[in-house]
């Protein structure tokens, strides 16, 4: 869906402070406050051989670093237009705690980067077009239905089937009204290994074949869930791949954000209209991301 070079990286973390500042919320001693630290010291990404920067630093830091910084500087940008009584600033205080790296927190702080997954996936859809209406996990409206998303961050390979499960349960839960649907939402870093190492490609639009190879080893793992759920309520998965790219046109590093739905709408099971529904909300997610990329 997007790519950001480190240049226009270090410009999103900058406009993040800057949001933060204006609705109230320090930013001091913050993860926000050491990604920016981090981001001034990279290397000039034309320079060969780029690597982590700073003793004992890694590229799970950089990572982070990067990675984490894109995505505050989208969601400063969406929660912009957040109207106050909507704005989940208890959410936005709490994105800002806990260390540059996920193998460094602890108990405390891993709920802190549940929420980001939350509100990052939130602004892509937002940036989109698409109207959010609450934040408790997610909830926005498309096409005259409300969608209720729940989130989850498994830690590793193993937890993956426990995070869509319980997601999966607490969504039946959660659906209140008639036009209410569920979709869950995986972020699969850890699973798929994504965060600990760049990954060398041709160009940023090499990023989308990576991700697509990627999707497909990970797709049986979630499929196999459109035979076992019984709940029609619940139509599908979001799969949200994040990493970085070393490529060489242009010689560079950037971070990447990718959003895989996978659909268990389908008219097979008569549910014409939810499957179409999905179709339309795939090619508004599309038709902006392709046709406006943040990476230009």
């Not at 790519?3 to 930013?27: C, E, H, M």
């Not at 939350?118 to 969608?147: M, W």
């Not at 209140?176 to 600990?196: M, N, P, Y």
Request: aromatic content about 8%.
């Amino acid at each position: 869906m997007q790519f950001r070079s480190i240049g226009q990286i270090i410009v999103d973390i900058i406009n993040a402070l800057d949001w933060y500042r204006k609705i109230g919320i320090p930013t001091a001693d913050t993860r926000l406050e050491k990604i920016h630290n981090y981001a001034q010291k990279v290397l000039n990404p034309i320079t060969p051989g780029f690597q982590a920067l700073g003793t004992g630093t890694t590229e799970e830091d950089a990572y982070y670093a990067l990675s984490d910084g894109s995505g505050f500087g989208l969601i400063a940008a969406e929660m912009s237009k957040v109207a106050s009584p909507l704005l989940p600033r208890g959410a936005l205080r709490d994105i800002l705690c806990g260390p540059l790296a996920v193998s460094s927190e602890g108990p405390s702080s891993s709920d802190s980067r549940n929420k980001f997954v939350e509100l990052e996936l939130a602004a892509n859809l937002s940036s989109a077009g698409i109207n959010l209406v609450g934040f408790d996990d997610l909830k926005f409206q498309f096409e005259g239905c409300r969608y209720i998303v729940e989130c989850k961050r498994p830690s590793h390979d193993r937890t993956l089937d426990n995070n869509i499960e319980k997601a999966y349960r607490q969504l039946q839960a959660r659906l209140e009204h008639s036009t209410d649907r569920g979709i869950v939402a995986i972020a699969v870093e850890k699973v798929l290994g994504l965060d600990c190492q760049i990954h060398d490609l041709d160009s940023p639009a090499s990023s989308n074949e990576f991700a697509i190879l990627k999707a497909l080893e990970l797709s049986p793992r979630v499929v196999k869930y459109r035979r076992m759920w019984t709940d029609p309520r619940i139509v599908g998965v979001f799969e949200i791949m994040r990493f970085l790219s070393r490529t060489k046109m242009p010689n560079s590093v950037g971070a990447n954000y990718i959003l895989v739905l996978e659909k268990f709408a389908t008219p097979k099971v008569a549910q014409a209209a939810e499957s179409r529904r999905l179709d339309d909300m795939i090619a508004a997610l599309k038709s902006h991301y392709l046709g406006a990329r943040r990476d230009t």
